[in-house]
């Protein structure tokens, strides 16, 4: 081993660095932690559900928020008028809290795509707010946990345990905070627009999810109850339910143009519900990219707005993945794909595995009546082939119990790249003498791993590449 390799017991890192370590954990003493939340004493989940349990497993807060409130927002709506301003400022606000997530929440704070001004921080930190999915440092956590742990145990919202458990199941019901993965959200807790919102996150919640877009209406045009009911209540249901879809929806409709060894998956749909998040394959793989959709086509609102916001000074240092990189992704999946594709292809009986026969044997059977043909040295029964064969059954007759190479490669005809695709189907030996020295170098390069195979071990041939396919002088060849 060279004298540079580290060998056991070097380790790469010194000790003394790791200790010097912030812990990713939050402290004691950080304002943020839940006093109520003892380690040691057993999670109300670590006990089945059970007739008799079964409220203490529901989280009653988020239950309320969630499902309780939007009912109510319903009920009044039957006798609330909407008002065609009031209408039109719920739809505006539904954007702008709408965005406090996805381009707050998710871009900003959850992955640090892009860098935003302190005015462009505290306004997503608002809006974000207005729209009822927690606070930022709690979401963001979460959201990491996400991204590290997809679709297993430690992943707070996978889709594995079901399509309404990963869009709101998970906070209907109660979590045991041990089992989320852990992440790093020190930056986070260093942000002092994430640390305020965290503190004062009720007051935040209240005021901005129905009391201003109440005062907006009531100020405005004189519907307060109106501006309570569809700005506020309404608004807060739907700004919900479709960024819960980023959970759900994105994880279960579309295509996988990246990677499908897990569950995030592309589709317009979702795009279209999510203020364009719904291209979330693409998301997982390039996670700190401010862009969801990178074609130009695509709709993304998010992306488009923290380009305005950059054009304006609020935004800066957008990350974007090169080009180089998202295509070496796009690629590996459609490898993937082709060699699925080709695995169930029948490409012939592998030179390696076939009887090697003698040229008497082979001009033996052939003259008994077995339609045997040799091409390169391959022993091809042909048949049933005879009558079908788009030359004539002459023109293969003739090669029957002959060494037909030349014949096959130009000599009487060139035969296509699918004529000697068809005709490896139809090996059954190989020639020992004649040919034998080159295929057996042939067979020999496949067993040495010389021949290119796909990740799951399949020979690829190549168009063109068929043993039978021999580039030489065909007239000395058929002289032979
Ligand atoms: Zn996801
Ligand atoms: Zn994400």
Same mark, same amino acid.
């Given at each position: 081993m060279p004298s540079s390799q580290p060998t056991a $017991?070097?380790? @790469?890192?010194? *000790?003394e660095y790791l200790s010097s370590q912030p812990s990713p954990m939050a402290k004691p003493s950080e304002p943020n932690r839940n006093t109520k939340y003892d380690p040691k004493k057993p999670h109300i989940t670590d006990t089945p559900i059970t007739k008799s349990n079964w409220y203490k497993h529901v989280n009653w807060l988020n239950v309320t928020l969630i499902v309780g409130v939007p009912l109510y927002g319903c009920i009044q709506s039957f006798w609330t008028p909407l008002q065609f301003k009031t209408a039109l400022w719920t739809v505006a606000y539904y954007f702008m809290t709408g965005f406090g997530i996805t381009a707050g929440y998710h871009r900003l704070w959850a992955h640090t795509s892009y860098s935003a001004t302190l005015p462009l921080r505290i306004f997503l930190a608002a809006m974000g707010g207005g729209a009822v999915e927690g606070s930022v440092r709690w979401w963001a956590r979460d959201h990491r946990a996400h991204h590290r742990y997809t679709d297993t145990e430690k992943d707070p919202y996978s889709v594995r345990k079901g399509l309404l458990y990963s869009h709101f199941g998970w906070m209907l019901m109660k979590q045991n905070p041990k089992r989320i993965g852990r992440t790093d959200i020190s930056d986070l807790n260093e942000d002092p627009v994430v640390v305020w919102q965290h503190k004062n996150y009720l007051k935040v919640v209240i005021f901005m999810g129905l009391i201003f877009p109440m005062l907006v209406c009531g100020f405005g045009w004189g519907d307060w109850w109106g501006g309570f009911v569809y700005g506020g209540i309404l608004r807060i249901f739907f700004v919900q339910q479709a960024t819960f879809c980023v959970n759900s929806l994105a994880h279960w409709l579309g295509d996988q143009p990246f990677d499908d060894r897990n569950s995030p998956r592309d589709h317009v749909i979702t795009a279209l519900v999510t203020l364009g998040e719904g291209y979330h394959n693409f998301h997982h793989e390039f996670p700190s990219d401010y862009r969801n959709a990178i074609e130009w086509h695509q709709y993304d609102p998010t992306k488009w707005t923290i380009w305005i916001w950059k054009q304006l000074g609020l @935004?800066? =240092?957008?990350k974007q993945f090169k080009n180089n990189e998202i295509e070496k992704g796009r690629v590996q999946q459609l490898q993937k794909k082709l060699d699925q594709k080709r695995a169930k292809l029948d490409w012939g009986v592998p030179l390696e595995q076939l009887p090697v026969i003698s040229w008497d044997e082979y001009a033996d059977q052939a003259k008994n009546g077995r339609g045997l043909i040799a091409v390169a040295g391959v022993v091809h029964d042909v048949t049933d082939f005879i009558k079908d064969h788009p030359g004539g059954k002459v023109m293969i007759s003739s $090669?029957? $119990?002959? =060494?037909a190479t030349a014949m096959f490669n130009g000599g009487v005809y060139m035969h296509s790249n699918a004529a000697h695709n068809l005709l490896s189907t139809m090996r059954v030996g190989v020639i020992r003498g004649g040919c034998e020295v080159e295929i057996w170098k042939r067979a020999q390069k496949e067993e040495k791993g010389e021949v290119v195979r796909d990740e799951n071990g399949q020979r690829i041939v190549r @168009? $063109? #590449?068929? *043993? #039978?396919k021999v580039l030489q002088n065909v007239a000395t060849a058929g002289a032979a």
């Open positions: $017991g070097h380790l @790469a890192v010194k *000790p @935004a800066y =240092d957008l $090669g029957i $119990g002959k =060494d @168009a $063109g #590449t068929q *043993p #039978t």
